[in-house]
């Protein structure tokens, strides 16, 4: 779970509590400049959800939220960013990958999606969760076991013969 620290307290808060303005914890009012709303593509869970960035921690939460070493910014369009992991597609087993609509090439991993204000500043995205969600597809790979009967004297049965690996390319779930 991401965490934002108070810093009136020092203590640290989940992510669902800042969509209140408060610290859980000391009741301190959390400004709203300080944080902004992205969107997170967990390719685990297969979902697209919004979530907060601390704008002055907001690299540590990128890499947190991503769960890599090393990020790039892609850009979408004159203000939209999506950030990934810059060795994803390098990895040596790769369950899946992200397609986005207008994007040349597919990005792994989990994506965090911002946009970007006039001086290229990260901020909320203009665009709604929906619109993002219509121009992404997850493609994963799925084994489709073929089967044969058997017949014998002593049983009747059914076997593997083989298994097929076909990809399958879904949209995320939107979750609240």
Not at 112 to 137: I, K, Y
Request: proline share 5%; charged share 20%; aromatic share 6%.
């Amino acid at each position: 779970m991401i965490k934002y620290q108070c810093w009136n307290c020092g203590a640290h808060n989940e992510v669902a509590h800042i969509k209140t303005g408060k610290c859980n914890h000391c009741a301190h009012v959390i400004p709203p400049e300080r944080v902004y709303m992205a969107y997170f593509l967990d390719v685990d869970a297969h979902t697209l959800k919004m979530v907060a960035i601390d704008r002055h921690n907001s690299l540590n939460m990128i890499y947190d939220l991503l769960g890599c070493r090393h990020i790039d910014a892609v850009r979408l369009d004159e203000t939209h960013v999506a950030y990934c992991d810059d060795e994803g597609l390098l990895r040596e087993e790769l369950p899946c990958f992200t397609t986005i609509e207008g994007m040349p090439h597919p990005l792994a991993g989990n994506l965090l999606f911002v946009g970007t204000n006039a001086h290229g500043d990260d901020c909320a995205p203009s665009m709604s969760l929906a619109e993002l969600q219509s121009r992404l597809m997850i493609t994963r790979g799925v084994f489709s076991p073929l089967l044969e009967n058997i017949q014998t004297d002593d049983a009747v049965g059914v076997q593997l013969r083989a298994l097929t690996l076909r990809p399958v390319t879904s949209a995320p779930a939107i979750c609240a």
